[in-house]
């Protein structure tokens, strides 16, 4: 089973940052390409950031420039460091791994609130 933890999120200003990670654990044989997805209330889950195992990224156009994904593939982690934070970016964030055990599965945290707010 594999279990992933998100950690990171709260309260912050319009243009503060916060930095969110992602740890993965549990019994597999690997990790391929972990992401970062967001959703707001009332609004569909959508994509933030992706990074594969050999670290290339992939941004959604609302963050480019604002956001960095990064990973540590010796710890199964995955970090989103948001920068410039706006309204707009509050959601929940939720982490997502491609995880191969017996098959590649796709597994999900249970998410952690950022909300942007003076």
């Known amino acids: 089973q594999v279990q992933l933890v998100e950690s990171g999120g709260g309260l912050v200003q319009p243009g503060g940052s916060l930095r969110l990670s992602c740890a993965a654990s549990g019994s597999f044989f690997r990790i391929s390409t972990m992401g970062w997805y967001r959703q707001a209330p009332g609004k569909q889950r959508e994509l933030v950031a992706t990074?594969?195992?050999?670290?290339?990224?992939n941004y959604a156009d609302s963050v480019k420039g604002r956001f960095a994904i990064s990973r540590d593939n010796a710890k199964n982690t995955v970090y989103l460091q948001m920068n410039s934070l706006k309204p707009e970016d509050t959601a929940v964030y939720y982490c997502?791994?491609?995880?191969?055990?017996?098959?590649?599965?796709?597994?999900w945290g249970s998410g952690t609130q950022v909300t942007v707010s003076s």
């Open positions: 990074i594969t195992s050999g670290s290339t990224t």
């Open positions: 997502e791994a491609a995880v191969w055990t017996n098959s590649f599965a796709d597994y």
